[in-house]
């Protein structure tokens, strides 16, 4: 899911300019874990959120800020509304390194302690991009062909796919079934490229804060109508 339309919510509730960017984040994650909540309650396998890309880094300090500041807060196993209850099992993509430090340990630390959950897998991807996922897999490639563990005509999907960020985490869940962006904007904006190949595409109108369980089941509802043939014929 592509959570946007974030602080458009804000500036249409007339927030005050300097209180927008807190009321944005905060009313984006008390969002994000109703629907982390409902999805696991639905028994959706996997449910990866656009939380930050490579590109939102070049947006001011201070909203850069911002988000850090609630992604913290989010994966804080003393919050009480903690979004990594109920058995999920969390992981996130990125460029990690780019985040701030105490993030990154809050980062490893949620993976670490959901390791052995067996509940709905629960991606976070916060400095990710597509491109740059595409890019360290065909370093890491490149690597191994050097090392001479991997020959080139070896190089297939299959151990591509591998070394995206996401690696093997949800191999057994498969690629996404089912993108949702929020906002009426219709793009994928360097999201998980490769992963969304074959997904279908669902853009619904709300704004991210408004996107409730009557959204969500209209979205999943939309999913079911599509005919999926995954570019074969059937006869
Ligand atoms: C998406 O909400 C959240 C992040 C990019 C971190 P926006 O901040 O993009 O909200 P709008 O699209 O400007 O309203
Ligand atoms: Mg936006």
Known sequence: MIMDGNSRWAKARGIAKEFQLRAAAEACYSNAREIV?????????????????TENFLRPREEVD????????????????????DGIQ???????????????????EAQCITSGNTGMKFVMAIGYGGHSDLVQACQALAREVQQGNL???DIDQINLSR?????ERCEDVGAPELLVRTSGEQRLSNFMLWHL???ELVFEKQLWPDFGEEEYKN?????????RTLGVRHS
């Open 151 to 153: 020959a080139v005509q």
């Open 37 to 53: 909540r409902l999805s696991s309650d639905w028994g959706i396998k996997a449910l990866t959120l656009f939380a930050f890309s």
């Open 219 to 227: 979205a999943l509802v939309a999913f079911q109508g599509r005919k």
């Open 90 to 108: 969390f992981h996130c993509i990125g460029d990690t390194a780019r985040l701030p430090r105490t993030l990154q340990v809050k980062i490893s």
């Open 197 to 199: 190949a074959y997904s």
């Open 66 to 85: 911002q988000w850090m500041q609630q992604f913290e807060r989010v994966l804080s196993l003393d919050d009480p509304a903690t979004m990594l209850l």
């Open 163 to 167: 070394r995206l960020m996401l690696g």
